[in-house]
Nanobody
Framework: QVQLVESGGGLVQAGGSLRLSCAVS????????MGWFRQAPGKEREFVAA???????TYADSVKGRYTISRDNAKNTVYLQMNSLKPEDTAVYYC???????????????WGQGTQVTVSS
């Protein structure tokens, strides 16, 4: 059974930082592309960042330069370091695993339950 468990969300003031983690079990982590998506209240879920099996990365324009995605294959964990947070970053953040390096939800076949990030102004 594949499980993705996010942690690290919380409440932070604008300009602050948070680091999200996503621990993966039941799947060959090192051969999986990992992605982060987010869904704000009343909005559709959107792509945030992805990291390939070889460490290549891609980011949404809205977070480029502020967020960093990384992975530790020894720990089966993917991270999302979020700096210079803004109120508009408030959302539920989801990690996802898939077989291809992609920005599209449909290319990911396993998802975590989500973790809330709230940025106050």
């Amino acid at each position: 059974q594949v499980q993705l468990v996010e942690s690290g969300g919380g409440l932070v003031q604008a300009g602050g930082s948070l680091r999200l983690s996503c621990a993966v079990s039941g799947r060959t982590f090192s051969s999986s592309t990992m992605g982060w998506f987010r869904q704000a209240p009343g909005k559709e879920r959107e792509f945030v960042a992805a990291i390939s099996t070889s460490g290549g990365t891609t980011y949404a324009d809205s977070v480029k330069g502020r967020y960093t995605i990384s992975r530790d294959n020894a720990k089966n964990t993917v991270y999302l370091q979020m700096n210079s947070l803004k109120p508009e970053d408030t959302a539920v953040y989801y990690c996802a695993a898939g077989p291809v390096f992609s920005r599209y939800e449909s290319h990911y076949d396993h998802w975590g339950q989500g973790t809330q990030v709230t940025v106050s102004s």
